[in-house]
T-cell receptor, first 108, second 113 residues
């Protein structure tokens, strides 16, 4: 399947600061890019997604940007809070591939 | 989230034994998926089904089998051919096609005795 690279694997931020996670994909046929959040011991849940005809999408403190030319997309979390601590996964639609995940820790 | 369920929550397998993980959804979704989650490796696709009575292999199908006799159900069997079955197994469903959100079940943790 398609290889989706996700960086960084771990991210520690001070409460109130921003967090950025980046993913790259290889299949230009991918046209849908979701982000999932998985809290410890729980199921992954969709937090935001973007389609290839859009360059940026925001939902309160969360935003996703897409660069189709470079084949990468990023998750931005602003004004981080302790409840943002979780593992975040990106995915690319064409072959149902997920990134390896980023463990985000928000320090109080 | 309550629309997709998995059972059991924990499952123990003896060597050489086949075990079946259950996944049921009442969301009227056409597509269903099985993923395996290992620490540090994200989610890897085992099998998926876009419609009843049809399913396709994912990236790591060896040692696993599935059936899709009903729209609501997509059971996964971990066979004795799967030599390293210890993992967290997640089932998901979606309205169909690849470009839509997936809804995940709570997962089954499989352990080998």
């Amino acid at each position: 399947g398609e290889n989706v690279e996700q960086h960084p694997s771990t991210l520690s931020v001070q409460e109130g600061d921003s967090a950025v996670i980046k993913c790259t994909y290889s299949d230009s046929a991918s046209n849908y890019f979701p982000w999932y959040k998985q809290e410890l011991g729980k199921r992954p849940q969709l937090i935001i997604d973007i389609r290839s005809n859009v360059g940026e999408k925001k939902d309160q403190r969360i935003a996703v940007t897409l660069n189709k030319t470079a084949k990468h997309f990023s998750l931005h979390i602003t004004e981080t809070q302790p409840e943002d601590s979780a593992v975040y996964f990106c995915a690319a639609s064409s072959t149902l591939s997920f990134g390896a995940g980023t463990t985000v820790t928000v320090r109080a | 989230d309550g629309g997709i369920t998995q059972s059991p929550k924990y499952l123990f397998r003896k060597e050489g034994q086949n075990v079946t993980l259950s996944c049921e959804q009442n969301l009227n979704h056409d597509a269903m998926y099985w993923y395996r989650q290992d620490p540090g490796q994200g989610l890897r696709l085992i099998y998926y089904s876009q419609i009843v009575n049809d399913f396709q292999k994912g990236d790591i199908a060896e040692g696993y089998s599935v059936s899709r006799e009903k729209k609501e159900s997509f059971p996964l069997t971990v066979t004795s051919a799967q030599k390293n079955p210890t993992a967290f197994y997640l089932c998901a469903s979606s309205m169909g096609g690849r470009s839509v959100a997936q809804y995940f079940g709570p997962g089954t943790r499989l352990l080998v005795l």
